[in-house]
């Protein structure tokens, strides 16, 4: 896809999540207003330590554990240029905690919009449940207190983001985030459903959008889903399964476990993340690759995509298969160790003939750091696979 366009797309995400997803006013907001009742007050008293300011706050009505405002309006002080506005928002069982956060019980929002000079995005509803929002100790350490401050499911519905300089636009059907964590403390368990994204031919780029035509589609429509567990005591991340499908393409997932993954850690990735190029090699000494997979599956396009090689090429598809398995055999030949050339020109081969699956897998004996892995690939590339274990299998059920 054009780059400026997934560019456009991604910062309006990254606004959004940053917004709502990660604990909605968790990271973002602050605002001026006067109101009588004590959650109310609360609410935008957070928001104004956290960087809005609001240009409009409706009335503010409570019934029975229900409290309402009837719509807030405003922009990031620090850019008005990017307006924000809810057409309403619902709070219930909403307590002030001993230890100053504010708990929601359940959390929702109607017509959510941010407007930006480059995007507009617009959510038609937002609901949370069991939120927290951090006090000012909170904020000092916001991975330590994650467990703590999640909330325990979001459900966004019905967003769509729109980027101003292409006239592009990309509706997402539903996102869909549950968390769990044990005693309020770690492992943090954690699973991600985004639904029904729908990507306009006219956004790949002219090459892509040749073959979308050649198989009959108008558009192209994904989906991600994600299950990890992260123990920010131990700093074991452990990914079971995260995955992207294309409908009537292919899909592609991954599964990985990680070591050395701990809360101290990915709190000073985090700050070193504010500044620009700065990489943290010693911050990868600890953190090593446990096991890794990574497959890509068929969802009804692989074959017509081969197909359509062979035709560009003015072959059939057999010949063309046998002259990517060639052209491929020329790079596994450079493996040294000659029963894994055998293993991965087989998996290649079974592959092609057959595209079902196939599965790129890691096994280290034992962990191996990131850092090792890092200066053994920067001078012998091919010792990644012993030193890895790594495996290649095609069409596996």
Do not use: C
Request: charged share 15%; hydrophobic share 45%; proline share 4%.
């Amino acid at each position: 896809m054009r780059s400026i366009e997934l560019r456009s797309h991604r910062y309006s995400i990254t606004f959004f999540l940053a917004f709502f997803v990660t604990s909605f006013l968790t990271l973002t907001a602050s605002a001026q207003t006067n109101t009588d009742n004590p959650i109310a007050s609360a609410l935008l008293e957070s928001l104004q330590e956290r960087g809005l300011t609001l240009v409009h706050v409706g009335p503010v009505t409570v019934n029975g554990e229900v409290l309402t405002i009837d719509g807030i309006e405003g922009y990031p002080t620090a850019d008005q240029r990017k307006r924000f506005k809810i057409g309403e928002l619902a709070l219930s069982r909403a307590t002030l905690e001993n230890d100053g956060r504010l708990y929601i019980g359940a959390f929702a929002a109607t017509d959510f919009e941010i407007d930006e000079p480059a995007f507009s995005f617009v959510a038609n509803k937002i609901a949370i449940t069991d939120l927290y929002l951090p006090n000012s100790a909170s904020q000092d350490d916001l991975v330590a207190a994650l467990p703590a401050s999640l909330y325990s499911f979001a459900e966004i519905e019905g967003l769509l983001f729109q980027d101003r300089r292409s006239g592009q636009s990309m509706p997402i059907e539903r996102i869909t985030i549950d968390f769990d964590t044990e005693n309020n403390g770690f492992p943090i368990i954690a699973s991600i459903v985004v639904e029904n994204i729908e990507l306009n031919r006219s956004m790949f780029t002219l090459l892509q959008q040749q073959v979308l035509v050649d198989l009959g589609l108008e558009q192209v429509t994904a989906g991600i889903e994600f299950q990890g567990v992260w123990n920010g005591d131990t700093g074991q991340l452990t990914i079971p399964s995260a995955a992207v499908v294309l409908q009537d393409l292919f899909g592609v997932q991954t599964s990985l476990e990680l070591q050395g993954l701990t809360a101290p850690v990915i709190q000073q990735f985090s700050e070193l993340a504010t500044r620009d190029h700065i990489i943290a090699l010693d911050l990868l000494q600890n953190v090593a690759i446990s096991t890794f997979n990574l497959s890509i599956i068929d969802e009804g396009g692989l074959d017509d995509l081969l197909d359509r090689q062979a035709q560009q090429h003015g072959q059939s598809r057999g010949a063309y298969v046998a002259q990517l398995t060639a052209r491929i055999d020329e790079q596994i030949a450079r493996i040294p160790d000659q029963s894994k050339q055998l293993e991965f020109s087989q998996a290649v081969i079974a592959f092609l003939q057959d595209p079902q699956n196939l599965t790129l897998s890691a096994a280290p004996a034992s962990p191996i750091g990131i850092a090792q892995i890092i200066g053994v690939a920067a001078f012998s590339p091919v010792s990644i696979i012993s030193l890895l274990g790594i495996g290649l299998e095609a069409n596996v059920d």
